[in-house]
Structure formats: structure tokens, C-alpha cells
């Protein structure tokens, strides 16, 4: 089978129509239907129907959608691997959102280096449709997202399940006007749909950062309040840096980690995995 048939068939399964795959692919809509067509005759089986709202897979189609998955992963590992570069044994590319890579995906690769020297690694910074799009189609071998869709033929694990807690600066200059200091941390789309529904006492936030330990940094420096993990603000809390705002809502917090489901043919991706719960159980 084409690889460029499997990769515009997961598209259109993806966007939910042929003019969306073909936007996506960067080609015209008569090729992507000319190669599903010459893919279903390969098959023997439709897979799509053909609507005004788009296309549905049909039962074949959905039988063969991990199948599909499955090829594209192989091609991007058998790419990968003949990248590794010399000296190492694999090459493992991992994805995670901005906010998470500064301290835990840092701590990660830095327990890597020191566990699996022999590994290669590809770090990938993104957005969660983007990165699960990487690892659908084998770009990713792992995802470290907040809040994951599910994928058939991939495994979804908890990693971490930490509290975001509103501290604020105990120096004057922070406790000056709640309203005008208080600095929003996008911590991803869950905090936000909490966050936004809970009553907010502070008023329209004057900074909103995408990085944890910038917004944090900035109120140790600034003055203000947001909110962090509690884990982080923990010491700073004791050193009298910083302050918990009582009677203010907490948020949970949860890390996740996706991966293929045939992780016992990895070895490499176990250890990325035993790295990754490590790093996560420590920063609690």
C-alpha cells in the first residue's frame, strides 16, 4: 500500500471530508479522491460515504482506520530509525504543551541523558490537536498533554495529578490592588473552562502568560498573584516569599501521557515512560 494513500485516508478521518484532507495535504480534491478510489480497489471495500456534510468512514473503514494508523507509524519509525544518529541505539521523538516543558519535560530529558544516554531524542513544542495529530500519524512516539482525546490503537496514562493554588507576593507592591496584579497562567483548556466559571474577585487579568514559570517569575519580581502548582510554590510559600490566598477555589491539574498500545515492542519507549513517572511523582 501507497503511504501517501494511508496518510490522506487518516486525513480525511481526521477533518471529516475530502476538501479538508486535501487542504491539509497541500494537493487538489481530484487527487485525494483518486487515491482513496485506487485505495478501495486495492481493498475490495468502500470506505467512505460521500454526503453534503462531509464523509463517514464505513465499517470497512473503520476496520481498517488502525491498520492504516498502524503503517504510517511504521514508516515514521523506520524513518527514525535510519536517522539515529551515531552511537545511539534509537531516536525517540516526545511532544508536550509549552507550560509543561519548563520544569517537568526539562526534568525528564535531563533524567534521559543520565539513564539513556544511548537514546536520541527529538523534543517538539505544540498545541494538543497538533501534537495529536504527530503521534497519530508517527511524527510523535509520545504526547504529554493536559487534556487528551482519545485515540483507537493508543494507551492514555495519568502521570500526574497536582492542585493550582492562588499565592500572591507578601511584598506591599503585591498586595496593592488585587484587580490590577492579578496574572492568568494558561494552564491549559480545563483550568480555563473552571476558572472562567467560578466567580472571579480580581477583575480582568492586566498579563496573561502562557508559561507557567514566566508568570511566576514575574510576581516574584513585580508583585502579584495567579495561580501555580502547588508543588512549585510549596518552599517559596515556607521561605515567605509567597502567600496562599485563603478562601480562594483550587484547580486540579492533571498530565497525561499518550502512546502506542504496542509499547511492549519498545524498549526505548518504556524507559521514556518509567523516565516521565519519575519526573512527574518527584515534582510532587
Same mark, same amino acid.
Given at each position: 500500500?501507497?503511504?501517501?494513500?494511508?496518510?490522506?485516508?487518516?486525513?480525511?478521518?481526521?477533518?471529516?471530508?475530502?476538501?479538508?484532507?486535501?487542504?491539509?495535504?497541500?494537493?487538489?480534491?481530484?487527487?485525494?479522491?483518486?487515491?482513496?478510489?485506487?485505495?478501495?480497489?486495492?481493498?475490495?471495500?468502500?470506505?467512505?460515504?460521500?454526503?453534503?456534510?462531509?464523509?463517514?468512514?464505513?465499517?470497512?473503514?473503520?476496520?481498517?482506520?488502525?491498520?492504516?494508523?498502524?503503517?504510517?507509524?511504521?514508516?515514521?519509525?523506520?524513518?527514525?530509525?535510519?536517522?539515529?544518529?551515531?552511537?545511539?541505539?534509537?531516536?525517540l521523538a516526545i511532544g508536550g504543551e509549552l507550560s509543561l516543558w519548563?520544569?517537568?519535560?526539562?526534568?525528564?530529558?535531563?533524567?534521559?541523558?543520565?539513564?539513556?544516554?544511548?537514546?536520541?531524542?527529538?523534543?517538539?513544542?505544540?498545541?494538543?490537536?497538533?501534537?495529536?495529530?504527530?503521534?497519530?500519524?508517527?511524527v510523535l512516539d509520545i504526547a504529554v498533554l493536559y487534556a487528551p482525546?482519545?485515540?483507537?490503537?493508543?494507551?492514555?496514562?495519568?502521570?500526574? $495529578?497536582?492542585?493550582?493554588?492562588?499565592?500572591?507576593?507578601?511584598?506591599?507592591?503585591?498586595?496593592?490592588?488585587?484587580?490590577?496584579?492579578?496574572?492568568?497562567?494558561?494552564?491549559?483548556?480545563?483550568?480555563?473552562?473552571?476558572?472562567?466559571?467560578?466567580?472571579?474577585?480580581?477583575?480582568?487579568?492586566?498579563?496573561?502568560?502562557?508559561?507557567?514559570?514566566?508568570?511566576?517569575?514575574?510576581?516574584?519580581?513585580?508583585?502579584?498573584?495567579?495561580?501555580?502548582?502547588?508543588?512549585?510554590?510549596?518552599?517559596?510559600?515556607?521561605?515567605?516569599?509567597?502567600?496562599?490566598?485563603?478562601?480562594?477555589?483550587?484547580?486540579?491539574?492533571?498530565?497525561?501521557?499518550?502512546?502506542?498500545?504496542?509499547?511492549?515492542?519498545?524498549?526505548?519507549?518504556?524507559?521514556?515512560?518509567?523516565?516521565?513517572?519519575?519526573?512527574?511523582? $518527584?515534582?510532587?
Amino acid at each position: 500500500m501507497d503511504i501517501d494513500r494511508a496518510r490522506t485516508f487518516l486525513e480525511i478521518v481526521q477533518g471529516g471530508s475530502f476538501l479538508k484532507a486535501a487542504e491539509r495535504l497541500h494537493v487538489t480534491q481530484t487527487t485525494v479522491s483518486a487515491r482513496i478510489r485506487t485505495l478501495e480497489q486495492e481493498l475490495g471495500r468502500q470506505l467512505f460515504v460521500r454526503n453534503r456534510s462531509g464523509a463517514q468512514l464505513t465499517a470497512a473503514g473503520r476496520d481498517f482506520e488502525r491498520y492504516a494508523q498502524s503503517f504510517v507509524q511504521v514508516w515514521e519509525r523506520a524513518r527514525h530509525q535510519l536517522a539515529v544518529p551515531s552511537g545511539r541505539t534509537s531516536l525517540l521523538a516526545i511532544g508536550g504543551e509549552l507550560s509543561l516543558w519548563n520544569p517537568l519535560l526539562l526534568d525528564w530529558l535531563v533524567w534521559m541523558r543520565q539513564a539513556s544516554p544511548e537514546i536520541a531524542i527529538r523534543a517538539h513544542v505544540g498545541v494538543p490537536d497538533q501534537l495529536l495529530d504527530q503521534l497519530r500519524t508517527g511524527v510523535l512516539d509520545i504526547a504529554v498533554l493536559y487534556a487528551p482525546k482519545l485515540l483507537p490503537g493508543f494507551k492514555v496514562e495519568i502521570l500526574q $495529578e497536582e492542585q493550582l493554588v492562588l499565592v500572591r507576593t507578601t511584598s506591599k507592591q503585591g498586595r496593592r490592588d488585587p484587580a490590577e496584579n492579578y496574572v492568568y497562567v494558561d494552564w491549559g483548556p480545563t483550568f480555563a473552562a473552571q476558572h472562567d466559571a467560578g466567580s472571579n474577585p480580581f477583575g480582568e487579568p492586566g498579563l496573561f502568560v502562557g508559561l507557567g514559570p514566566l508568570g511566576l517569575n514575574y510576581i516574584l519580581r513585580a508583585g502579584g498573584m495567579g495561580y501555580f502548582r502547588r508543588g512549585i510554590v510549596a518552599p517559596l510559600v515556607a521561605a515567605g516569599e509567597l502567600e496562599r490566598v485563603e478562601g480562594a477555589p483550587e484547580f486540579t491539574y492533571p498530565v497525561y501521557a499518550v502512546y502506542p498500545e504496542a509499547i511492549e515492542a519498545r524498549s526505548d519507549l518504556q524507559d521514556a515512560l518509567l523516565g516521565l513517572r519519575r519526573a512527574m511523582h $518527584e515534582a510532587d
